[in-house]
C-alpha cells in the first residue's frame, strides 16, 4: 500500500497557474501515480497519469479536458508527483485527489480505466472567473 499527500491547492484567477505536489510513501516501487478530480455534485473524474519510469519510461495520458493545458511529472528521487495546471479554467474548481495504483507496472491509461487505487485525502482547488 502508499500512503499519499497532497499540497499545493488554493485560489487562483482563471487563467493563472498552480501547482498540486503529492508525496508518495510505503511500498512506491514501479507504481503509476495519478491525479484525479471532484467538483461538487458530480463524480470523481480522471485527470493525468504517468507510469513508473522504471517500467514504461514514465509514459503520460491525460483527459481531453486537461490535456494541453495540464503536465504531470514524477521525481522518483523524491517519491513525488506533480500536476502543473496552466491556464486554469472556473471548470477546473474542484477537490484534486492524488491516487497510487496498487498492482506494480501499471500503465498510465490503465490508472483511468478501473485500475485499483491507494487515495490521498485531496487539495482544493478553486478557480475564479
Known amino acids: 500500500q502508499v500512503q499519499l499527500v497532497e499540497s499545493g491547492g488554493g485560489l487562483v484567477p482563471a487563467g493563472d497557474s498552480l501547482r498540486l505536489s503529492c508525496a508518495a510513501s510505503?511500498?512506491?516501487?514501479?507504481?503509476?501515480m495519478g491525479w484525479f478530480r471532484q467538483a461538487p455534485g458530480k463524480e470523481r473524474e480522471f485527470v493525468a497519469a504517468?507510469?513508473?519510469?522504471?517500467?514504461?519510461?514514465?509514459?503520460?495520458y491525460y483527459a481531453d479536458s486537461v490535456k494541453g493545458r495540464f503536465t504531470i511529472s514524477r521525481d522518483n528521487a523524491k517519491n513525488t508527483v506533480y500536476l502543473q495546471m496552466n491556464s486554469l479554467k472556473p471548470e477546473d474548481t474542484a477537490v484534486y485527489y492524488c491516487?497510487?495504483?496498487?498492482?506494480?507496472?501499471?500503465?498510465?491509461?490503465?490508472?483511468?480505466?478501473?485500475?485499483?487505487?491507494?487515495w490521498g485525502q485531496g487539495t482544493q482547488v478553486t478557480v475564479s472567473s
Open positions: 491516487a497510487g495504483g496498487k498492482r506494480p507496472f501499471t500503465s498510465a491509461q490503465a490508472m483511468g480505466a478501473g485500475e485499483p487505487l491507494d
Open positions: 504517468i507510469a513508473a519510469i522504471s517500467w514504461n519510461g514514465g509514459s503520460t
Open positions: 510505503g511500498r512506491t516501487f514501479g507504481i503509476a
